[in-house]
T-cell receptor, first 111, second 114 residues
Framework: DAKTTQPPSMDCAEGRAANLPCNHS???????VYWYRQIHSQGPQYIIH???NNETNEMASLIITEDRKSSTLILPHATLRDTAVYYC????????????FGGGTRLMVKP | GAGVSQTPSNKVTEKGKYVELRCDPI?????LYWYRQSLGQGPEFLIY????????DSGLPNDRFFAVRPEGSVSTLKIQRTERGDSAVYLC????????????FGNGTRLTVT
């Protein structure tokens, strides 16, 4: 699977949008971009995934650049409960292929 | 609905002992994964099942680690002759198994080897 590069940490003010970047310059055509987050003492939580189109769900939006070499996860109105480590993962989409986690971005939402 | 359930949530054992960690996946999920997470690190893949068979066990660190899923649902991760370096959070995840289906994780078992 392609490697990803994320900043180790970011801060965001409560109520503001949190924009988490991810570089995946070696992504292949058959690899999707997945985002997970992990709140302290819990297992990773699935947020969203996409191939090349922008995606939105009740948790977040995913913006993928046209060349697919980078993406941004957007939490539109961050709350204190969004404080977590956010993992950007590229995954070859064969049935059952596992996820390979990197170091992630530690997002701190501050009041 | 019910998520992935892992038991026990905490396990303390002595060096050299045998331990079993249990995972109950989401009902109907055909794929099941085990990961291990050390403090301050991202989860590390151990093994993946599709149905009853281990489709990929390339992440198991050595032959002291073994996992089974005899009926294609519940899985047990078994660790023989535990070592202090085995101390970590062991995470289980399941997915529907179709192309691109996301993994859903449990909250893990924290194993401490003294």
């Amino acid at each position: 699977d392609a490697k990803t590069t994320q900043p180790p940490s970011m801060d965001c003010a409560e109520g503001r949008a949190a924009n988490l970047p991810c570089n995946h310059s070696t992504i292949s055509g058959n690899e999707y971009v997945y985002w997970y987050r992990q709140i302290h003492s819990q297992g990773p939580q699935y947020i969203i995934h996409g191939l090349k189109n922008n995606e939105t769900n009740e948790m977040a939006s995913l913006i993928i650049t046209e060349d697919r070499k980078s993406s941004t996860l957007i939490l539109p109105h961050a709350t204190l409960r969004d404080t977590a480590v956010y993992y950007c993962i590229v995954r070859v989409v064969n049935a059952g292929n596992m996820l390979t986690f990197g170091g992630g971005t530690r997002l701190m939402v501050k009041p | 609905g019910a998520g992935v359930s892992q038991t026990p949530s905490n396990k303390v054992t002595e060096k050299g002992k045998y331990v079993e960690l249990r995972c109950d996946p989401i009902s109907g999920h055909t794929a099941l994964y085990w990961y291990r997470q050390s403090l301050g690190q991202g989860p590390e893949f151990l093994i993946y099942f599709q149905g009853t068979g281990a489709a990929d066990d390339s992440g198991l660190p050595n032959d002291r680690f073994f996992a089974v899923r005899p009926e294609g649902s519940v899985s047990t991760l078994k660790i023989q002759r535990t070592e202090r370096g085995d101390s970590a959070v062991y995470l289980c995840a399941s997915s529907q198994g179709f192309l691109g289906s996301p993994l859903h994780f449990g909250n893990g078992t924290r194993l401490t080897v003294t």
